[in-house]
């Protein structure tokens, strides 16, 4: 019994060591391969402070495709680090600045606001269990241990915890060996043709209720206050727009106006200035999809916009 007990310790150690051997590798492999999760970026950004990061969803994420925020850039004189994410609501946008500002810092956040993250779980809680941005995601011990308090005081799923801790879904990632690129940044110089059935369907993708769930989007209001609080408190200036769209896709998203009007008076309460940029750049050669500006649009919107928003905020 004395041996086999022996002989199982020496199992179970042989295995954690292989695990561990394989995780390392995993953890290797991922920072060869790392490009635009948001984590990645503020692991490999260097000891630089930044003058602006950006932050929001899949809206935002044109402004650092195809090195073109190195564009702003230049055109800007501003040090830009974009840590915008696909689907990211204010929950993840909070973990994600104030992970950034634990390590870096910033003079000014540019927060690119889309009305959907506001109205569910999809985009917030639910965000941090997402397998395609854990497997991007360095394992930091400072940060496992942020994620445990996101878990046990913002309603985030203990096994999105215990997926970054372990590393699975790194370990079991299929693209493990290509450069980590939104499916969108391969459309960048894409003209899309206008399709009203293509329109519908992202519609319903992002806002599948008829009517935002009340007590949701009050949840992330106070979570996007929250985010307010933090930039004051670090003493970051903060901007908020909301990125163009074209103007068919614009109509037909629900309760935009009751959305627009709840947020401007949050933003005007607080003194953080609000630019909706959502019907500047209208021309349909502008976008790669129904709704994410393609290379031309990107360079339109910053001649004739963000380019002021930068050098006037």
Excluded at 5 to 33: D, N, P, Q, T
Excluded at 155 to 165: E, N, Q, S, T
Excluded at 282 to 299: C, I, K, Q, S
Aim: hydrophobic fraction near 45%.
């Amino acid at each position: 019994m004395k041996h086999l007990g022996k002989s199982s310790v020496l199992f179970v150690a042989i295995g954690l060591l292989l695990y561990a051997g394989v995780y390392y590798a995993a953890e290797r492999l991922m920072y060869r391969m790392g490009d635009s999760n948001p984590f990645f970026k503020i692991a490999t950004a260097g000891d630089h402070s930044q003058d602006w990061v950006i932050l929001g969803a899949s809206h935002a994420m044109p402004l650092d495709f195809d090195e073109f925020n190195a564009v702003m850039e230049r055109e800007t004189g501003q040090r830009i680090l974009n840590l915008a994410a696909p689907g990211a609501g204010p929950l993840y946008n909070r973990f994600v600045l104030e992970y950034f500002l634990s390590r870096h810092r910033t003079d000014n956040l540019l927060y690119v606001l889309d009305s959907f993250a506001f109205y569910s779980p999809v985009w917030n809680e639910e965000r941090f269990g997402d397998a395609k941005l854990l497997r991007r995601t360095p394992f930091e011990p400072v940060l496992a241990r942020r994620f445990l308090d996101y878990c046990m005081n913002e309603g985030v799923d203990g096994f999105a915890l215990l997926d970054y801790v372990t590393g699975f879904s790194k370990l079991n990632n299929r693209e493990r060996f290509r450069r980590d690129v939104w499916e969108g940044e391969i459309k960048f110089d894409r003209i899309f043709r206008p399709s009203a059935t293509a329109d519908r369907q992202r519609i319903a993708y992002l806002y599948p209720a008829a009517a935002p769930d009340p007590e949701a989007f009050s949840r992330y209001l106070r979570v996007f206050t929250a985010l307010i609080d933090t930039t004051r408190r670090e003493g970051v200036r903060l901007v908020v727009i909301k990125m163009p769209v074209p103007a068919r896709f614009h109509s037909q998203i629900p309760n935009e106006a009751a959305f627009d009007n709840a947020i401007s008076g949050l933003l005007a309460s607080q003194q953080v200035p609000f630019h909706d940029f959502s019907l500047a750049v209208n021309e349909p050669r502008f976008y790669f999809d129904t709704d994410h500006l393609n290379r031309a649009g990107v360079t339109e919107f910053l001649s004739r916009h963000l380019k002021a928003t930068f050098a006037q905020d």
